[in-house]
């Protein structure tokens, strides 16, 4: 059974400084990974999405890696603004279907001005 | 191009009351899931739908809870009979394939009094 686990749970940071967050998931066979933003009582929004051929996605100041074969992956925040403040997840796709996710409980992060 | 739809945005039920949750997927989507986001607690996996098929419900609680997405129209979620601890937070999310990316709807807000 497919687990992700995300550290650290919340993370409090002063404007600008650049910050990881990361993801970690027990079973490697994944099909995709994906990040996502929650602001408090929305939705999701998807921020990136890496197959599980790719290392990398990037988008802006957000740039995600992927490590499947250690099972980790971490979303990278270049210059942090107070906008960043959220709840971000992390996803894996199985393999029996990319788009069924296993979600991480998320990092709460908080961006001070 | 409307994102993924869910009506209505909050609903509150009394105990033992039936909700119904609604889910138009994006036009050409015709892979549905189902998620529920319990307080405190991240998003879990509860059932995956194809057009008038029940793919994958292997999340979803075996009594009062059932789904269906019919050829014509949303994807709807029935929770007969609920209960306190049905309250939650219920996201829909919907993809053109069985692997390729998944887009979030806005969520169904379920308080149970």
């Known amino acids: 059974k497919q687990e992700v686990t995300q550290i650290p749970a919340a993370l409090s940071v002063p404007e600008g400084e650049n910050l990881v967050l990361n993801c970690s998931f027990t079973?490697?066979?994944?099909?995709?990974l994906q990040w996502f933003r929650q602001d408090p009582g929305k939705g999701l929004t998807s921020l990136l999405l890496?197959?599980?051929?790719?290392r990398e996605q990037t988008s802006g100041r957000l740039n995600a890696s992927l490590d499947k074969s250690s099972g980790r992956s971490t979303l990278y925040i270049a210059a942090s603004q107070p906008g960043d403040s959220a709840t971000y997840l992390c996803?894996?796709?199985?393999?029996?279907?990319?788009?069924?996710?296993?979600f991480g409980e998320g990092t709460q992060l908080t961006v001070n001005p | 191009n409307a994102g993924v739809m869910q009506n209505p945005r909050h609903l509150v039920r009394r105990r033992g009351q039936e909700a119904r949750l609604r889910c138009s997927p994006m036009?050409?989507?015709?892979?549905v899931y189902w998620y529920r986001q319990l307080p405190e607690e991240g998003l879990k996996f509860m059932v995956y739908?194809?057009?008038?098929?029940?793919?994958?419900e292997s999340g979803m609680p075996k009594e009062r809870f059932s789904a269906e997405f019919p050829k014509e129209g949303p994807s709807i979620l029935r929770i007969q009979q609920v209960v306190r601890g049905d309250s939650a937070a219920y996201f829909c999310?919907?993809?053109?394939?069985?692997?390729?990316?998944?887009?979030f709807g806005q969520g169904t807000r379920l308080t149970v009094v």
């Open positions: 999310a919907s993809s053109p394939f069985r692997d390729t990316e998944a887009f």
């Open positions: 079973d490697s066979a994944i099909y995709n």
């Open positions: 890496i197959q599980s051929s790719q």
């Open positions: 996803a894996v796709g199985g393999e029996t279907s990319g788009s069924r996710l296993t």
């Open positions: 036009k050409g989507h015709s892979h």
């Open positions: 739908l194809q057009k008038e098929n029940i793919i994958d």
